[in-house]
């Protein structure tokens, strides 16, 4: 947390609010995060001009014509825009000021987010191996198919590459995964052409049905507007540990697989 569409709720949410104004400044009140924030970081930005808002898997880019600053929110992190901002709090970290007074300010408060600025986004190293957009057209059934074959990694994990596909987090794995009635640790080379047609389908749609909804709040997200996403109100699986099944009532599992808390129906899912 946030995944995917968390970061796409933020990049809809600011859009509208930051193309075609110009950065003032970038005041860095603490740059211990993930990887420490470059301090020279606002040389690079003041006085340009924010020409558009991208996302790359779970990066936010603000792309300037100098380049782009590209963020991550980590575990805990969001960007948050306020026309007359007040002082900051204890985990209010980095505030991008606008010529206008305005500002978003990036709170984060276990801080494995991060800030990064480069003039070539697509070469930098977090964003240079990433696998093709799971929302995009590259994201086939073929494609997923070719990817497992002779793989005996479990297929939630090989779903949750970012190399494989780019952004698919925890969540959203364990939600897909019961739309397409497939065994989170079933081997990906072990399931077929068909099935894994249905589970890029299903991947698409819950990660769309979440955007929608505004995200996952099961901590403390909240997008670039200050509101919470409401996506955790249907989930099907996760974190529904030992209650039933919403479509055979069988008491749902929780599992580990690859250290990371796993949630799917014994009855439904093969």
């Known amino acids: 947390m946030p995944e995917l569409p968390e970061v796409e709720t933020t990049r809809r949410g600011l859009e509208p609010l930051l ?14 995060l993930r990887w420490p924030v470059d301090p020279s970081l606002a040389l690079y930005v003041q006085n340009e001009r924010i020409v558009s808002l991208n996302r790359r898997g779970k990066y936010l880019l603000m792309n300037t014509r100098a380049g782009s600053l590209i963020w991550h929110l980590g575990m805990s992190g969001s960007l948050r825009y306020a026309d007359n901002p007040e002082l900051p709090g204890k985990h ?8 206008t007074g305005a500002c978003v300010r990036f709170n984060d408060p276990r801080r494995f987010g991060s800030l990064h600025f480069s003039s070539a986004p697509e070469n930098h190293r977090l964003l240079l191996s990433l696998g093709p957009e799971p929302l995009g057209e590259h994201f086939t059934g073929d494609y ?36 397409a009635h497939i065994h989170p640790r079933r081997a990906a080379g072990r399931i077929s052409q068909g099935r894994l047609d249905a589970l890029v389908a299903s991947v ?6 979440a955007i929608r909804a505004g995200g996952t709040t099961l901590r403390n997200f909240v997008g670039g507007d200050g509101k919470p996403g409401y996506f ?12 039933p099944c919403i479509d055979c009532e ?15 129906c014994p009855s439904c899912q093969r």
């Open 250 to 264: 069988a008491p749902i599992k929780q599992i580990v697989i690859g250290q990371r808390a796993t949630f799917y």
């Open 19 to 32: 193309v075609e104004q110009t950065i003032a400044d970038l005041d860095i009140r603490e740059a211990r």
């Open 144 to 179: 997923l198919w070719g990817s497992a074959r002779g793989r005996r990694v479990a297929i939630k994990q090989h779903i949750m590459n970012s190399r494989i596909v780019t952004g698919v987090g925890n969540i959203y794995a364990s939600e897909a995964l019961f739309r």
């Open 204 to 209: 698409k749609r819950v990660l769309e049905d």
């Open 232 to 243: 955790q109100q249907t989930l099907a699986v996760y974190g529904r540990g030992a209650e």
């Open 92 to 99: 209010d970290h980095v505030d991008l000021v606008l010529s």
